[in-house]
């Protein structure tokens, strides 16, 4: 029956020694996530799937559609109004690259974020389902995804006294009940 | 010297403690600025209900404090966005207890400079009139307008600030979700969209924000070259000048590192950041802030040299009003503010402290807003047709609207900083991690010079 499974650790080391010991224990990677109030800068990153973003080829995609978007905009309005320019041009390419420019930064910064929120995982419903609330102490938390019994074992075995079997609903006060804050 | 990593409840605890127990120093600024803004709505109020005859302006001058304060704030807003995407994309590690403070100053100078064009429309509630889409009203969206391309591009820089400063926030946001109760972690939580730290989102968050600073210095450099372009694509005097979008993108930069190590030292003050905020950075800020008040200087030097040396009539009756006629107190008060005064103040490393730059920077605060007015009414007041020439003097409406911006500036600032953090928490934690990485190189937390206060 799958489980998951939440161990907290006092540092990022300590917690990427575990993870590398539940994979070589037979976890898949993709089962273990660590969760830390900091980024970590580990080897264990491209192993998580970190190098697979299109972040960047999203953002450009976003930049060329806002720059069509730009293009249509000032040339079709412009156009269709059919002023009369006392023989200027009523399209210029000088004036409405201008607008085309900035319509380019706006496309990528847009698709850029939704591209950041969608790979993020982030504005999903039940997102903090295997969350502890220790990460915001600044300890290190390592969930795992248990789909059998030889799982749990190993999990037993290489977490030891770090393990804790059912993660805290999300109103529930936390592990480490912080008394510098009052906010409520 | 190597500097001690405080523990994470204390760093916890320093950061967020504007957000917990603001003090009474935050209360004080809240209250001035409060009034401030009052008395700037009651002479807004007086203005929609009189018209726009109770401003100064006047044939010929018909743009004055109103513009004045639009592209003083504009440049303002140079503050945060493009400095803090400069210093990260160079990788300066020194910038991570700032970027938060200069990022917020970006927001809201924008806010603030983009009201102006919509409150000098003299109705303002038709100010979507502006925005250039085909519409069944029979105006013809002119996109050749430098109006126009200001529309797109403060709108696109606005836009762009907000998720700049947005995205670094998430972190912190999901700590203040977890370290809250009620109202207030429904509040975080969801602006927090379901923060974990995994690998995967730190990872995704740290791309996001390099794209972002990649993409958002071209768009803040356009900003200001557009502002500027309002001017330069008319032919009046001393306008009509190719230097005037480097010209103005130097100013904003110059105005916008004074404002930010203004607003440095008031949060270091009044929220006993001391520890956070230290002398390197009023130190390193200040050598940028001398670096742009030579590089204005230049600049300011070769716009008025160039005018004086062409000797066109047109161009030279302004540039008298301004060297020796009506105006030369203005500009000379600007040459001293702006350059002979902080230029040689912040040359020295003896003077380069907290006290020191923060006095450099309040003079280099005034002596922008200036040179913002001068650039705008002596080649208003001064036509090529002599016989159209005319003055300015503001009324108390537009003197206190102007007074209205730096209170409504500082309100929105200080409602900021009681509900985030305004030192990234993440990112200043972060810091110790990559100089522990990093031990070969000397320690980035240790001030270079002795505190000046």
Redesign the interface.
């Known amino acids: 029956m799958a489980e998951r499974i939440l161990a907290i650790f006092d540092s990022a080391d300590e917690a990427q020694a575990a993870a590398r010991a539940l994979q070589r224990g037979g976890l898949p990677r993709t089962a273990i996530?660590?969760?830390?109030?900091?980024?970590?800068?580990?080897s264990?990153?491209d192993s998580?799937?970190?190098s697979n973003?299109h972040?960047?080829t999203v953002?450009i995609f976003g930049g060329v559609i806002g720059a069509s978007a730009a293009v249509l905009?000032?040339v079709?309005?412009?156009r269709?109004?059919d002023?009369v320019t006392g023989g200027m041009p009523i399209v210029?390419p000088w004036?409405?690259g201008?607008?085309a420019?900035?319509?380019t930064?706006?496309g990528?910064?847009?698709a850029?974020?939704s591209r950041?929120?969608f790979?993020?995982?982030?504005?999903?419903r039940g997102?903090?389902s295997?969350?502890d609330?220790a990460?915001?102490?600044?300890r290190v938390v390592v969930s795992l995804q248990c789909e059998d019994d030889s799982h749990r074992d190993i999990a037993e075995k290489v977490l030891g006294s770090n393990r804790k079997l059912d993660p805290p609903a999300q109103?529930a006060p936390?592990l480490n009940e912080?008394t510098?804050?009052?906010?409520? | 010297m190597r500097s001690i990593r405080p523990t994470n409840a204390k760093i916890n605890a320093d950061l967020l403690r504007p957000v917990n127990k603001p003090g009474r120093g935050w209360y004080a600024t809240v209250t001035v600025s409060v009034l401030v803004v009052l008395a700037a709505a009651g002479a807004l109020t007086y203005q929609f209900s009189r018209g726009l005859g109770v401003w100064g302006i006047n044939r010929p001058v018909f743009w004055a404090l109103d513009i004045t304060n639009f592209v003083f704030w504009i440049g303002i807003s140079h503050a945060g966005t493009l400095i803090s995407a400069i210093l990260r994309v160079t990788g300066a590690e020194w910038r991570r207890p700032i970027t938060r403070c200069a990022e917020a100053i970006t927001v809201f100078a924008l806010m603030i400079g983009a009201m102006f064009p919509i409150i000098h429309l003299g109705r303002p509630w038709f100010f979507y009139w502006l925005v250039p889409y085909p519409n069944e009203r029979g105006l013809w969206p002119n996109f050749r307008s430098p109006l126009a391309w200001d529309f797109f591009a403060i709108s696109t820089y606005l836009l762009g600030s907000i998720i700049y400063l947005y995205l670094p926030l998430i972190p912190d946001l999901a700590l203040l979700r977890d370290k809250s109760r009620g109202l207030w972690r429904r509040f975080y939580g969801t602006l927090s969209l379901g923060w974990r730290g995994t690998e995967l989102q730190w990872d995704r968050l740290e791309r996001a924000v390099r794209v972002m600073a990649v993409v958002i210095i071209p768009v803040a450099v356009s900003v200001h070259t557009i502002v500027s372009w309002d001017f330069a694509m008319t032919i009046r005097p001393m306008w009509h000048s190719t230097m005037f979008g480097p010209y103005f993108v130097a100013g904003a930069i110059f105005s916008g590192i004074a404002a930010l190590i203004i607003a440095m030292a008031v949060v270091r003050r009044v929220f006993h950041l001391e520890d956070y905020l230290r002398a390197i950075h009023f130190n390193n800020l200040g050598l940028l802030l001398l670096t742009m008040s030579l590089i204005w200087f230049y600049f300011t030097f070769g716009e008025y040299l160039t005018a004086w040396y062409g000797n066109e009539p047109g161009e030279m009756a302004v540039f008298r009003s301004k060297m020796s006629g009506a105006f030369s107190p203005l500009f000379w008060g600007t040459i001293v503010c702006c350059f002979a005064v902080p230029a040689p103040l912040l040359a020295f490393k003896r003077f380069r402290t907290i006290k020191g730059t923060t006095i450099a920077s309040a003079l280099v605060i005034i002596g922008m807003w200036f040179e913002r007015f001068l650039i705008i009414v002596p080649t208003l007041a001064h036509p090529k047709l002599t016989f159209n020439w005319g003055t300015y003097r503001p009324t108390w409406v537009e003197m206190t609207l102007t007074a209205g911006t730096f209170g409504y500036f500082v309100l929105l600032y200080a409602i900021f900083t009681r509900i985030f953090p305004i030192i990234a928490v993440w990112e200043y934690k972060e810091g110790f991690s990559w100089q522990a990485e990093h031990e070969d190189l000397p320690s980035l937390n240790e001030p270079v010079v002795a505190s000046g206060d």
Request: proline residues 1%.
């Open positions: 996530t660590i969760m830390s109030s900091e980024p970590a800068h580990t264990t990153a998580a799937g970190q973003s972040i960047g953002a905009l000032t079709l309005t412009s269709r109004v002023l210029t004036a409405f201008i607008i420019f900035e319509l930064a706006l990528a910064i847009l850029m974020l950041m929120i790979e993020a995982g982030l504005a999903r997102a903090l295997d969350y609330e990460v915001a102490d600044g109103n936390t912080s510098d804050f009052r906010r409520s």
